[in-house]
């Protein structure tokens, strides 16, 4: 695929995921998530017609508008309605998290212990990866891991941009309602949670362990 249109846009929006790891307002990292995800169906659409593909052009303007803004809307109604607004973090706080997070991401990227087997142009995806998971781990709230989880997906959507030949429409778009419905499910999750204990936090959970 192209290049160079992969790795100014790549580098964005791990910029953008690096930025959702050092904030702990809910309604921001949302919202940057939307951005992100935007950004990324509109560089495959974009790709698409370069190549004159036209499934990457309909996976593209899929991801935009079902990941980029009906998932972050839905989202923002399950926050508004548990009444929770941030999200402080375990172990370490957002504020501590981002700079190790950013020193971590560098060493990886930069010395390539996984070897020449991901190109460069696939480095953009092993960084949203990375941040995706230290988002769902370090995270207290059932919101924020979904997060996470959405994130590190943005990752895989990328590797699959970046590859020579893109990934047959039909798989793209099953992969796209896969996590639509994961998502919706979580969010009934994060309700019945709320419903059953009063709060999100997730870390409290292993109270009920026996």
């Avoid at 979904?146 to 590797?159: D, K, M, P, T």
């Avoid at 419903?195 to 026996?210: A, C, K, P, Q, Y």
Wanted: charged fraction near 15%; hydrophobic fraction near 55%; glycine fraction near 10%.
């Amino acid at each position: 695929m192209d290049a160079l249109a992969i790795e100014p846009v790549g580098g964005a929006v791990v910029l953008l995921g690096l930025w959702m790891v050092g904030l702990t307002h809910l309604h921001s990292k949302l919202w940057l998530y939307g951005l992100q995800t935007l950004a990324l169906g509109l560089l495959a659409a974009w790709i698409g017609v370069q190549h004159a593909e036209p499934a990457l052009i309909a996976a593209g303007l899929a991801v935009a508008s079902v990941k980029g803004l009906a998932i972050p809307i839905y989202l923002g109604r399950v926050i508004r309605r548990i009444g929770c607004r941030r999200d402080e973090g375990v172990l370490l706080g957002p504020p501590l998290l981002l700079p190790a997070t950013m020193a971590a991401l560098g060493a990886i990227l930069l010395l390539r212990p996984y070897g020449e087997e991901v190109p460069v142009s696939a480095l953009p995806a092993v960084g949203l990866v990375i941040t995706g998971m230290v988002l769902m781990v370090s995270r207290r709230l059932a919101v924020s891991q979904i997060l996470g989880f959405l994130v590190l997906e943005n990752g895989v959507f990328v590797y699959t941009v970046a590859q020579p030949h893109s990934m047959p429409l039909l798989v793209e778009l099953g992969v796209l309602l896969d996590v639509l419905a994961g998502t919706m499910l979580a969010g009934v999750l994060a309700f019945r949670i709320r419903d059953s204990f009063d709060h999100i936090d997730v870390t409290e959970l292993r109270h009920l362990r026996g």
